[in-house]
């Protein structure tokens, strides 16, 4: 019987430092075959490993449609982020996955969609930017909302530009009052408060929003006003993971487990789970 925590070694083919502290990285699986059979969901997470440092949870944040690699992209914030800031192509890593629910893409088909992040968010939203626009007839208008503290916070900041070159795509960045440079062509203000101003059109609408939970606390009223209601606004959580299949008990909370269950819910689905979540 095959051992389900038994990561696929992975060779690392691009490393990419978009910040002082957040870095993706393309892999693709040693076994050529395994490459080519792979599938996963946009929204899917992984679990990738460094041998010797451990395991840590990451979106895949590529487009399920890229079939030549598997992208993550992480902020270094502990004792496996720290490790896997110091690799380079050429060298081997392990991963585990895919794991957990989806982006309903085909239920999302004909709405319009808004997409809001905060900072080190961009990695999920942004495997579902790719899909939709890939899929570009399949949808309504696309507005994304994109904030940092500071312009040098910004993630994937050189593919806001490529996305506002499709039909019917919007794009609007913004920086914290204070973060902004001279040069910069985006809007100075906090996501919520850009979002309000921005008067998107929100009819037959799904929005996804990821971010830190005071972005999300505040953006929520302002979507609600907008007219997007809770059974279509979406989140992904982050709660701790272990084994990510449902087995070490470490990331549930009551009957839901997040890594088999989530981690996608949508407000609604949140609002009706115990309040310590
Ligand atoms: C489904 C899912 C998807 C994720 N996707 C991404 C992603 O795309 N990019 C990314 O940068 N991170 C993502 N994360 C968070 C990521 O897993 C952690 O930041 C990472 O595991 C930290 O590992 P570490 O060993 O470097 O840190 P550790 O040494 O374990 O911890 C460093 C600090 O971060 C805290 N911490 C660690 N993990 C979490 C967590 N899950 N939630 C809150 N605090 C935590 C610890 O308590 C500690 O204070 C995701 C988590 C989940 C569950
Ligand atoms: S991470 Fe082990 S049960 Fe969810």
Redesign the pocket.
């Known amino acids: 019987m095959s051992n389900i925590y038994m990561p696929d070694l992975m060779d690392v083919v691009a490393v990419k430092r978009h910040t002082a502290d957040v870095q993706s990285v393309k892999i693709q699986f040693k076994d050529p075959e395994k490459q080519k059979n792979f599938s996963f969901r946009v929204g899917q997470?992984g679990m990738f490993s460094l041998f010797g440092e451990?395991e840590?949870?990451?979106?895949i944040?590529s487009s399920s449609n890229w079939k030549d690699y598997i992208e993550?992209?992480?902020?270094?914030?502990?004792?496996?982020?720290?490790a896997l800031w110091r690799i380079d192509e050429g060298d081997t890593i392990g991963f585990r996955g895919p794991y957990?629910n989806s982006y309903p893409m085909e239920a999302w088909e004909g709405k319009n969609l808004i997409f809001i992040g905060g900072g080190?968010a961009m990695?999920?939203i942004r495997c579902a930017i790719w899909y939709a626009l890939e899929n570009r007839a399949k949808y309504g208008n696309i507005t994304v909302v994109y904030g940092a503290r500071t312009t040098r916070d910004l993630v994937f900041a050189d593919e806001l530009d490529k996305w506002a070159e499709y039909d019917r795509v919007r794009i609007i960045k913004c920086v914290d009052p204070g973060g902004d440079t001279p040069e910069w062509k985006g809007e100075v203000g906090l996501i919520p408060n850009v979002l309000a101003a921005a008067n998107v059109a929100a009819d037959n609408t799904a929005a996804l929003v990821i971010g830190p939970p005071i972005m999300i606390k505040f953006t929520l009223p302002v979507l609600d006003k907008m007219g997007v209601a809770a059974p279509d606004i979406y989140t992904?959580?982050?709660?701790?993971?272990k084994c990510g299949v449902g087995k070490c008990g470490r990331?549930n909370c009551g009957p839901v487990y997040?890594?088999k269950e989530g981690?996608i819910f949508t407000m609604e689905q949140l609002n009706a789970l115990p309040a310590d979540f």
Do not use: A, Y
């Not at 993550?72 to 720290?82: A, Y």
């Not at 992904?236 to 993971?241: A, F, G, K, Q, T």
């Open positions: 997470f451990g840590s949870t990451f979106n944040c993550f992209c992480f902020r270094k914030s502990g004792k496996v982020t720290d957990g080190i990695p999920p992904s959580l982050e709660n701790r993971m990331c997040v890594c981690p």
